[in-house]
């Protein structure tokens, strides 16, 4: 962070305070004041136009108009904007290096009996390139999610704090994924109809187990089609207890999937829904969440003819819980795009409220962490970030991001090239001096 980014951000206790020394009070201080900034607080206060914000031991201590307090460090919010951290959804952060190399990769299995209890947050790299990056641009907690292998469930997510410390979980075995359509089919035989026929025995054999839990684990029952792994994972999918997130794109298969919640009486919840904005209404009826990339606008398969701009829009206004998803391929490597896309769903219809919700707030509701994070209230975690201006545009950069009311090192790999490479009149910019 550079001394003018610093001189903006903070008022000095003294004018010779040097920004060494101011850099290392932000990081120890105990007590941190942002004064007069517009605060989007995603709960009952609303917006604070001129907004004050005090961090105290890593949780929010007041938000109000005005906070007179003798603070560690006093940031001034003038001209900017505070929200909640970003939640990015659904991605491989931690999990990926290069998405070309399949060393770098650990987000799934070709092992035929590990499905639904395949889980990832063991194997979470808190060291790799993609957390930086992500964290310095906005993004302070994130879901990660495993992909489909030799089997029809893809796994079990876990929430991840992206705090530069080894395994930061937050909570584990949120949501067990699984696909169905085009895909999905070519797995399991050929056919739609196949995948179903899957997904109705393991929910089958999931109840078997259930009730006869003893006799199968002493070889007294039938032979299952599903290890008992994966048939104990399934366990809290039908107590209610965590959702089934679904990826499909077509209308219909969107029906089928409804119905088939409907009979097996589990949460359900839509990955990509291209077509989701023709049938928002059953979607909204049946209380089916639906993560969507508003700017996923290009079909690259006949089962998503149906991409619009609007998906996002028509969703919400139908009352439709909507949550964003990254960017396709950028969906990991650069998740906190996501802001953008939200800019992208107010251009095309949504609410601006619903759509920062979306990346905020109503996910930390769905995944049961509202009571702690995704409002900047009285008691909740400080997962903050404070920006140079409306989060949703473009030309906007955050100015500092806190973590349980620590500030976080901004820098990253793109902001250590940026420096290295800079000053051309010099040698260090060359590759082979140190």
Not at 34 to 55: E, M, R
Not at 175 to 201: D, H
Not at 280 to 309: H, Q, T
Not at 369 to 382: H, L, N, R, T
């Amino acid at each position: 962070m550079n001394s003018l980014l610093m001189k903006s951000l903070v008022k000095p206790v003294a004018a010779t305070l040097s920004v060494v020394s101011l850099m290392a009070s932000v990081c120890s201080a105990d007590t941190t004041l942002i004064k007069d900034a517009k605060v989007h607080t995603l709960s009952s206060q609303g917006v604070l136009q001129y907004g004050d914000v005090l961090i105290e031991d890593g949780v929010i201590k007041s938000v109000a108009e005005d906070i007179s307090v003798d603070a560690d460090t006093v940031i001034d919010g003038k001209g900017k904007v505070v929200t909640p951290g970003i939640f990015a959804l659904i991605n491989q952060i931690g999990l990926v290096e290069l998405g070309s190399q399949d060393q770098t990769a650990d987000g799934q299995t070709e092992h035929e009996e590990q499905g639904a209890s395949f889980s990832i947050d063991k194997v979470y790299n808190h060291n790799s390139t993609l957390v930086a990056i992500n964290r310095s641009n906005g993004v302070t907690r994130t879901l990660v999610a495993p992909q489909i292998g030799a089997n029809v469930f893809a796994g079990q997510g876990a929430i991840m704090s992206l705090k530069d410390q080894y395994h930061p979980l937050i909570a584990k075995d949120v949501a067990i994924f699984t696909a169905f359509g085009e895909w999905p089919a070519e797995m399991t035989g050929g056919s739609r109809a196949s995948v179903l026929f899957e997904l109705n025995k393991a929910f089958d054999e999931a109840r078997a187990y259930q009730k006869n839990r003893s006799a199968i684990e002493q070889g007294d029952f039938r032979e299952l089609s599903y290890s008992t792994n994966d048939l104990e994972a399934l366990q809290a999918v039908l107590d209610r207890d965590i959702p089934l997130l679904v990826n499909t794109e077509r209308e219909s298969d969107i029906l089928t999937m409804l119905d088939f919640a409907k009979e097996q009486n589990i949460r359900i919840g839509f990955i990509g829904a291209a077509e989701a904005w023709k049938v928002a209404e059953k979607l909204a009826e049946a209380e089916a969440s639906v993560f969507v990339d508003p700017m996923d606008n290009i079909p690259d398969s006949f089962e998503s003819l149906g991409k619009r701009y609007e998906n996002a829009a028509i969703l919400s206004k139908a009352g439709v819980n909507v949550m964003f998803l990254g960017q396709g391929f950028l969906a990991s490597h650069n998740a906190y795009t996501v802001r953008l896309s939200a800019g992208n769903a107010v251009a095309y219809g949504m609410d601006y409220d619903k759509a920062l919700a979306a990346m905020i707030s109503t996910p930390a509701e769905y995944f049961g962490g509202s009571d702690a994070y995704g409002q900047i209230a009285e008691g909740y975690k400080a997962e903050l970030v404070l920006w140079n201006g409306d989060p949703l545009e473009v030309t906007t950069l955050p100015q500092q991001v806190w973590i349980d009311g620590e500030a976080v090192n901004m820098e990253n790999r793109s902001t250590k090239l940026r420096d290295r490479y800079k000053a051309l009149d010099t040698d260090k910019n060359t590759g082979y001096r140190k």
